[in-house]
């Protein structure tokens, strides 16, 4: 063996080579950039007759409740629904785009969209951008070829199951499938493991939350169940409603020069909320 191989410095592993650098970054004030928190818990499994697609209803920004009965179960072509996790605008974006996609393609062809052209679609899609799309779906539906239950992550890799979840309360959720699912279940069977494993995720993550959406997809027609079960009804509501103090709204003004002269209006506050 050659001396010039011998010294040739090891390649691969870790580099510290910035760690300084963010030491005296962080020193003076500068903020790293953190993670995007996002919490769900989607399922979908194959019963006898298609697939049984279900999800919370839970948006949430961090710590922050945004929207307790959001839509998670979105569609794509008449026998295909796709259940969105990550950040809403992605998923809800994604699935918009394939959708019409979907659409035209229907019209080119004049026949009925196959569930593995939606696959194909939504995993090109996020393969390009390498998982900075923060959509993690599970796609189900019924063709001419059957039901079929796929899953999508955001980097575009897939699986194709008889039962998946996704979200962070995926794990509580696929354990009541590993644990009661079998081959053949009825369709009031199906709704209720995945309303069990929905609850799982539920309760067991703070993310997940709300109520049970379910879609039923059977061959030429489906069924969108919206809040089919509530585990966490609101027990009390005041009769009279909430009032406010006055003054508690904030404004600020806004200054203006027009041809020499400077004017003064005054704008209420917008609180923009995002989730």
């Not at 050659?2 to 410095?9: E, G, I, K, L």
């Not at 996020?126 to 900075?132: T, V």
């Not at 053949?184 to 799982?200: D, K, M, N, P």
């Not at 939350?209 to 027609?221: A, L, P």
């Amino acid at each position: 063996m050659s001396q010039a191989v011998v010294d040739v410095p090891p390649k691969g592993g870790f580099s510290f080579d910035l760690c300084r650098r963010n030491e005296m970054l962080s020193g003076k004030g500068i903020q790293p950039p953190s993670f995007r928190k996002t919490g769900t818990t989607i399922v979908g499994l194959i019963f006898k007759d298609g697939v049984i697609l279900g999800a919370d209803t839970r948006a949430t920004e961090g710590p922050i409740v945004c929207d307790k009965n959001c839509e998670k179960i979105h569609y794509m072509a008449p026998n295909i629904y796709c259940c969105g996790a990550g950040t809403a605008a992605d998923t809800e974006a994604v699935t918009d785009m394939v959708s019409s996609q979907l659409q035209l393609h229907c019209y080119h062809t004049g026949r009925v969209s196959r569930v593995v052209t939606a696959l194909t679609l939504l995993k090109s899609h996020l393969f390009s951008y390498q998982g900075y799309v923060s959509a993690a779906l599970v796609l189900g539906g019924v063709d001419v070829t059957g039901p079929h239950l796929h899953t999508i992550y955001p980097h575009g890799s897939t699986d194709t199951l008889p039962f998946a979840t996704m979200g962070s309360g995926s794990l509580a959720a696929m354990a009541v499938f590993e644990s009661k699912y079998r081959e053949g279940l009825t369709r009031e069977e199906g709704i209720e493991l995945v309303c069990e494993a929905i609850c799982s995720g539920i309760f067991n993550d703070l993310g997940s939350g709300s109520n049970v959406d379910v879609c039923v997809i059977t061959k030429g027609h489906k069924e969108y169940l919206r809040n089919y079960q509530m585990p966490n009804p609101r027990t009390y509501v005041s009769s009279k409603g909430y009032t406010f103090a006055k003054g508690l709204t904030g404004f600020r003004f806004l200054l203006s020069h027009e041809d020499g002269c400077i004017s003064i209006s005054r704008c209420s506050w917008c609180l923009v909320k995002r989730f």
